[in-house]
């Protein structure tokens, strides 16, 4: 269940700001199936994940986090 939270929030980020999949992992320096995996909520995003995620995406770790 977290995982889907947090898949739908990196998502809904993602395309807020205009990028494609593919763009946003290249950006991250990760593979668009593992973008993919966190978005579709099969993988939580790892801390590391999540601080380049916010970094790229100009936003605060506390906007990302799903709410309770």
Do not use: C
């Not at 999540?50 to 100009?58: A, F, K, S």
């Amino acid at each position: 269940m977290e995982a889907e939270k947090w898949g739908r929030r990196i998502r809904a980020y993602r395309k807020l700001k205009g990028y494609t999949q593919e763009s946003f992992a290249k950006n991250l320096h990760i593979s668009v199936s593992v973008l993919g995996e966190v978005e579709r909520g099969n993988r939580v995003p790892s801390d590391d994940l999540v601080q380049l995620i916010v970094q790229e995406l100009n936003i605060s770790v506390e906007e990302l986090v799903p709410p309770e």
